[in-house]
């Protein structure tokens, strides 16, 4: 740390080291600034942010907190979204900021236009919350309802708020589940980031089920409907077969007259989500013996909360295979 300050020409104490992943992100804080670099496993050509701010206390928390604007829970006025999406900007813009007891250490500032981040159009930034690592995620939901930010909405229990963790681009990822489980038990760390969606039911999800967004394609055209959130759940395994009677079931669509595919956003492509894996040969010659059937959360599909599962009814386009 000193010889980076004094490399970079900084002042002051309120600097610390975060890791990056592959492609320069924050990754992780390396929150004592005592610890050898052997025992943080550091290595050499590692690259590391150097951020300003100080460190969450010892055994807390600092988790940056983003409101969903999708969020359809009731409110406390009749305002339309466009006027809510005002008084948010007109709030941030007065210097409205988070409320923390004296002993907590100030977060990132919520004083101006720049800290509404505006990355995805989905999210925008609420603050930076702290907590313990031994809190329960009920705990971190209560502390979240006293934000200044979701007070124009009327969250009658703790299971009309969803969170989410969220991913490097701020899409959605895993649904955080299981109330009484602590933060450090649900693998949260301080470079997370949290999504909070308000809704206007009760969610309780349970640990099979995966919480997905579905697309149906436009009949002639390269293009699709607007997403649908659904929760698929199964009592048995997760097959195409399960998935396929459920969409069919909620979409109202025949059972074989439809294609499924889901995205991989990284790869910039589709997975057509097929009933039985390719056959394998040997030698060509097909392998004998019975195949096993297909986990859609195993490899190749690996289905997940947040994943997009595109739809092309059999016949739009005369072929009935999905174009992107």
Known sequence: MSLAMK???LAGDKWHFCRTNWCGEEAGLLEDKETS???EKLKEGE????LEGSLPPKGFLRLAVYLDKKSTGPTNSSKNSLEWLQGLIETFAAGVG???SETETKPRSTSSLDSLETNSPRYCFL???EISKQATLSDLKAHLLTLPLLDNYVVPTLNFLRLCRLESDLEPGRVLRRMDLSLSRLKISTSAKIGCTVLNY???LSQSASLLTVRLRLAD???YGPPIEVVFDTPGSPTPAALRKFLSETLELPADGFVMAKHFPNKYEWAVIRASPPTQTTKGKKKGGQQKAINLRQKPYFLKDGD???????GSDGTGVICI
């Open 127 to 129: 603050g930076d919350v």
């Open 308 to 314: 997009l599962i595109g739809i092309g009814v059999s």
């Open 37 to 39: 670099l052997e025992t």
């Open 221 to 223: 055209k390269r293009d």
């Open 7 to 9: 490399r970079f020409d």
């Open 47 to 50: 690259t590391l942010l150097l």
């Open 202 to 204: 009760e969610e309780s």
């Open 98 to 100: 988070i409320s923390r």
